[in-house]
């Protein structure tokens, strides 16, 4: 009995001296790089590579790299005798599961967005492509006129106003981002964001807030789609795999640290 004793404290003794050493500094660096080494940068500030316009072969005018940010300069852009559309999209790889992380800035009045599994060959990627909205959500409906455009959609009361699907961080016209998690920062401040797209769930986040996640293609998501903006629009939405698209709206914007990793 005493042996038996003696023997399961040494048992115990062994066990405890096998706890897991702490991981060395060499260690937790390789673990960073490793997972680092998951992202593709789409936009590093050095290169336009990969990017063209929606339907074209080359950027259209007015998107460039200033500062190593790309941007939309209006003045650039709006003077130029071009007549095709101005949105733009990675098209050097498609992507279906995702994680897509950016920074962003709009100025007073704003208005742009980032698109994902677009598709070519339709007038633009809001036909086909569901969009993260990005949005001067204090001022955009002062400066623009919104009334004839949401009277259009079916919104009677106070037409005027920027509605809540149409708000920063909302998948534009379907679902509304939760106003009490989302923090915008100013005009003219930087803003991040993060798209994670699965079959299962779909995760918006601004700021470091997770603002609004939904499940793609269900029985809810067909239901928001077949009664709002995109009930005439047959391709809105169904495809799963497809191109990253920035959008011009007319307005400056400002990217920059776009990345991306396959999940």
């Known amino acids: 009995m005493k042996n038996t004793f003696l023997n399961l404290i040494t048992l115990l003794l062994l066990l405890c001296s096998c706890k897991t050493e702490p991981k060395t500094e060499v260690e937790t660096k390789s673990a960073q790089t490793e997972k680092e080494a998951d992202w593709i940068y789409l936009f590093d500030g050095s290169t336009t590579a990969g990017w063209r316009a929606y339907n074209g072969e080359a950027l259209p005018p007015g998107w460039v790299i200033k500062n190593k940010e790309l941007t939309f ?31 962003w800035k709009l100025p007073e009045g704003g208005n742009s967005g980032i698109f994902y599994h677009v598709k070519e060959g339709y007038g633009g990627p809001p036909e086909v492509a569901p969009e993260y909205q990005l949005i001067d959500d204090e001022n955009y409906a002062r400066i623009h006129d919104l009334t004839a455009y949401n009277k259009s959609l079916g919104y009677t009361h106070k ?11 909302s998948d534009y016209a379907m679902h509304p981002a939760d106003t009490l998690q989302k923090k915008l920062n100013p005009v003219g401040e930087w803003n991040t964001s993060k798209i994670v797209f699965t079959p299962e769930k779909v995760e918006h986040w601004l700021n470091g807030q997770m603002v609004l996640s939904f499940v793609p293609w269900d029985d809810a998501w067909y239901e928001r789609k077949n009664s709002d903006k995109w009930k005439n629009s047959e391709d809105y939405g169904k495809f799963k795999k497809g191109y990253i698209g920035l959008q011009d709206h007319a307005s400056p914007i400002w990217f920059r640290n776009i990345k991306i990793r396959k999940l």
């Open 73 to 103: 300069d209006t003045e650039l852009g709006l003077e130029q005798d071009y007549e095709g559309g101005k949105d733009i999209i990675y098209g050097a790889e498609e992507f279906d599961n995702f994680e897509l992380s950016l920074e």
């Open 159 to 169: 037409p005027e106003e920027l509605k809540p699907l149409q708000r920063t961080a």
